[in-house]
C-alpha cells in the first residue's frame, strides 16, 4: 500500500520522506521523539500536534485553501502521509536575487489572500514562514498546520501576520512595500477582523523588540 524512498528534510519536530501510496506521488511525516522530554508528555505533545495537524489541513480545505490532501494517518507509528504537492517554496521565491519584483508581489499578494481566508475561517496556521507555504503557480498551498488553533484569538492570528513581516525582513530587500502589499489583500479577504489583528501584529512586533 505504502512504500517510502528517500528522506527529503528533518526539522525540530518531524522527518520527512518521499513516498508512494496506492501508486500515488505522496509525502511521510514521521514526528520526532524528544529525548530530553518526559516520554508520557512527549508521546501526548505528539499525538496531539499530528492530529491537529490532520484536523487543521481538512478544514482549511473545506474553506477553500489549497493544502495536500491526507492519504493516511497513523497514530500507532506517529506517521501522517500527505499528497506530495509540486511546487516552489515562498522561500525560494522571495530570497532569489535575479527574480523579478512583480512576481515577488504576486506570490505575496496570493498569500495575503489565502491568509485572510484562513482566518476568515477561524483557523490560525501557527507556524507561517515561507518554508511552510508553496507556491503553485496560481496560487499558494498551506502546509504544516500543527502548530494552528481551530479556535485561535487575537493573539494567534497577530501572530501569523507578525511572522509574514519578520520573513519579508529576513529574505527580501523591498520587504516594506511587500509587506503593505501583503496587508491590503489580507484585509480586502477578511474585511470583518482585519484592522484589528493587524493592530494586533503590531503589539507583537513592539513585544518582541524590547523583549
Not at 524512498?5 to 508512494?20: D, F, N, P, R, V
Request: proline residues 3%.
Amino acid at each position: 500500500m505504502e512504500s517510502e524512498t528517500e528522506s527529503l528534510a528533518e526539522g525540530a519536530e518531524a522527518k520527512i520522506h518521499l513516498a508512494t501510496f496506492l501508486g500515488l506521488p505522496a509525502v511521510r511525516k514521521v514526528r520526532l521523539r524528544k529525548a530530553y522530554r518526559h516520554e508520557a508528555l512527549d508521546a501526548r505533545l505528539r499525538s496531539e500536534r499530528i492530529r491537529t495537524e490532520a484536523r487543521l489541513l481538512r478544514e482549511a480545505r473545506r474553506a477553500g485553501l489549497r493544502t495536500p490532501v491526507i492519504y493516511d494517518l497513523d497514530l500507532s507509528r506517529e506517521t501522517l502521509t500527505l499528497e506530495r504537492l509540486e511546487g516552489t517554496p515562498l522561500t525560494e521565491i522571495l530570497r532569489d536575487p535575479s527574480g523579478s519584483p512583480e512576481r515577488r508581489q504576486e506570490v505575496v499578494r496570493h498569500l495575503g489572500r489565502a491568509l485572510g481566508r484562513l482566518h476568515a475561517a477561524s483557523i490560525s496556521h501557527g507556524d507561517l514562514t515561507g518554508s511552510n507555504v508553496l507556491w503553485m503557480g496560481t496560487d499558494v498551498a498551506f502546509l504544516d498546520l500543527s502548530l494552528g488553533s481551530r479556535t485561535p484569538g487575537l493573539e494567534e492570528f497577530g501572530i501569523d501576520l507578525h511572522l509574514v513581516e519578520e520573513d519579508l525582513r529576513t529574505l527580501c530587500a523591498d520587504a516594506e512595500a511587500l509587506y503593505e502589499i501583503f496587508q491590503a489583500a489580507y484585509s480586502e479577504a477578511n474585511p470583518r477582523d482585519a484592522a484589528a489583528i493587524r493592530e494586533r501584529a503590531q503589539e507583537i512586533k513592539g513585544r518582541v523588540r524590547y523583549a
